[in-house]
């Protein structure tokens, strides 16, 4: 069984996400987009590391501070680059 405080509920990181802008139509499509791969992504993290801490406890706080949080900010990340790379339309 897993607990879900806030902070780990990717809330915080789908608002931090959203704060781009561009092309209204654009924007709204790839927040919305965005937003749900960032959820599932995290559901599958809060899976994988309850996982990995029933069959690794001894390696609870790399995983919980340091593997994990790298998956969801890294996805965020390569989302706001793909962002940047494919929608922005930001002149050369």
């Given at each position: 069984?897993?607990?879900?405080?806030?902070?780990?509920?990717?809330i915080?990181?789908?608002?931090?996400?959203?704060?781009?802008?561009?092309?209204?139509?654009a924007?709204?499509?790839?927040?919305?987009?965005?937003?749900?791969?960032?959820?599932?992504?995290?559901?599958l993290?809060?899976?994988?590391?309850?996982?990995?801490?029933?069959?690794?406890?001894?390696?609870?706080?790399?995983l919980?501070n340091?593997?994990?949080?790298?998956i969801i900010?890294?996805?965020?990340?390569?989302?706001w680059?793909?962002?940047?790379?494919?929608?922005?339309?930001?002149?050369?």
């Amino acid at each position: 069984m897993a607990r879900v405080i806030e902070g780990c509920n990717s809330i915080s990181i789908i608002i931090l996400f959203i704060a781009f802008s561009g092309p209204k139509r654009a924007t709204i499509i790839y927040a919305i987009v965005g937003s749900f791969i960032i959820y599932l992504i995290n559901i599958l993290r809060i899976a994988f590391l309850t996982m990995m801490l029933y069959n690794y406890p001894n390696q609870q706080m790399v995983l919980h501070n340091l593997v994990f949080p790298a998956i969801i900010y890294g996805t965020t990340f390569l989302l706001w680059v793909i962002w940047v790379q494919k929608f922005s339309h930001l002149k050369k």
